[in-house]
């Protein structure tokens, strides 16, 4: 990876840890599948305008990923961030990374080393500590929607990959539209109070919002799309693991939430566990011409 991608795949980690603060404000007034829903009508109308139709070759696929990396990835994480705390969400979701690692292998064809492995159950001991801590601090149902989450996620990640190369901005345009029905249909059935809770919105609640728009989805997705277009999926996806660190300081300094011993230590086993994954490049084997070309990194800039 070039200094600019290093740069760039800093910055989506502080963007997504600070929105996990951010969300859990915003849940506070708007129900979470409606926030969702808002959020991608959000970002799909500032993109959209600057963005092309999807030709035949890439409808089918964006609609694919919008299912997982937006209909399923968000749903999924706001509803369990929402009943759960910032910083257990924050670790909870970093299975992520292992899980988009140990996909990249089926669906890519860039097979793990034994050191990858080794580092991948690493990275659940940790979350599993983390979610097993004693207390009534710690619930088990949130910590699991938000693990599903990062399955979707990695899901989505490797889908992108596989399919693409994609224009970011494009991709996040179309994707964010495709998924506004899916969210908004499912909130319709299974919650209420959403008109209500447009008319109770305050600055606080907007301006939780407009983070989210801005610098979760075009600044945060648009970098991490055109990471994934360009890198090796093991060699980007551990830089989401920092989320970590950015989510539970917020945490705790916004929302006030406990710096446990038990969080630290599976929070710190969570990253050993990545930064092994990160160790080594994984090994690949006989993967056809073709389909080598259209999964091997591009060497150009992030921007």
């Known amino acids: 990876m070039s200094p600019l991608q290093v740069v760039c795949a800093l910055l989506v980690p502080l963007f997504w840890g600070f929105q996990f603060v951010v969300i859990k404000v915003g849940l506070t007034t708007f129900p979470p599948l409606f926030f969702v829903g808002l959020r991608f009508a959000a970002v799909a109308a500032i993109l959209l305008p600057f963005v092309g139709r999807p030709t035949r070759r ?12 937006g209909g399923l990835n968000f749903a999924l994480f706001f509803v369990g961030l929402g009943q759960g705390l910032a910083g257990v969400s924050a670790v909870a979701n970093q299975l992520s990374t292992p899980f988009a690692v140990l996909l990249a292998w089926p669906f890519l064809g860039e097979r793990p080393s034994t050191r990858v492995i080794l580092g991948v159950a690493l990275a659940f001991g940790g979350v599993a500590l983390t979610a097993a801590e004693p207390g009534a601090s710690v619930k088990i149902a949130p910590t699991l929607l938000v693990i599903a989450a990062g399955f979707a996620w990695a899901v ?15 991709l996040m345009a179309w994707m964010s539209l495709f998924t506004v029905p899916q969210v908004m249909t499912t909130s319709l059935v299974v919650e209420h109070g959403q008109l209500a809770s447009l008319h109770a919105a305050n600055m606080t609640a907007w301006t939780a919002f407009a983070y989210t728009v801005l610098f979760g989805a075009v600044a945060g997705w648009g970098l991490w799309f055109r990471l994934i277009a360009q890198c090796s999926m093991t060699r980007v996806a551990p830089f989401a693991l920092l989320q970590i660190v950015f989510a539970v300081a917020a945490g705790v300094v916004f929302l006030h939430e406990p710096l446990t011993p038990t969080l630290v230590a599976g929070a710190v086993i969570c990253i050993v566990g990545v930064a092994i994954t990160q160790s080594r490049s994984p090994v690949r084997h006989s993967l056809p011409t073709a389909l080598r070309a259209s999964v091997e990194p591009s060497q150009g800039e992030c921007l």
């Open 58 to 69: 890439e409808l089918g696929p964006m609609i694919t990923i919008s299912v997982f990396f």
């Open 156 to 170: 989505g990640s490797v889908l992108t990959k596989r399919y693409g190369p994609f224009e970011p901005l494009k």
